[in-house]
């Protein structure tokens, strides 16, 4: 994983990344107009569900709000993420709240460089995968990098946040 050459399609994730010297591989996918679901992205990319990983937002019972990134083809569990938040419950954000609250927009959420930090938890299965891989910011491009180097640059966590 090196770092690429400067292009027109370099977004403020990777020039984040690039800041902190942690080292990325960058992915472009086609996607037409409309944002596709996770799965279709993994399949696009030609990479392994379990290594392609989403971006939620939520808001807590406090109004806190927190981010909770899974692999793609699982489904966030509420309760656990909650606890996993130190919240007494948690519930999606509509997604006409996704860029006032994080500065991205349905389809191209990252982990990284949200408007503001919000408490971030991945979901445990992030430390299986040799390499994790989420949206670089903009629907079309995603990053990977190696999942301790994510984790740390945005201060989260991990715990059990997936629906078994």
Not at 58 to 65: A, E, L, P, R
Not at 110 to 122: A, E, H
Request: proline share 4%.
């Amino acid at each position: 994983m090196g770092k690429q050459k400067k292009d027109k399609n370099k977004t403020n994730v990777m020039r984040l990344l690039e800041q902190a010297h942690i080292a990325y591989t960058a992915h472009e996918y086609d996607h037409g107009d409309d944002a596709v679901d996770g799965v279709t992205v993994a399949e696009r990319l030609g990479q392994n569900p379990d290594q392609v990983f989403k971006t939620l937002v939520c808001k807590g019972h406090s109004g806190d709000h927190a981010v909770f990134v899974i692999p793609v083809a699982k489904e966030l569990d509420l309760k656990k993420a909650a606890r996993a938040a130190g919240e007494k419950s948690v519930e999606m954000i509509h997604v006409k709240d996704i860029n006032k609250t994080t500065g991205y927009i349905r389809g191209g959420c990252s982990p990284i460089g949200m408007k503001k930090p919000f408490k971030t938890v991945f979901d445990s299965t992030a430390l299986s995968v040799p390499t994790i891989i989420v949206s670089a910011g903009k629907i079309g491009h995603q990053v990977e990098l190696a999942p301790a180097d994510l984790i740390g640059f945005v201060a989260g966590t991990t715990a059990e946040i997936t629906k078994n």
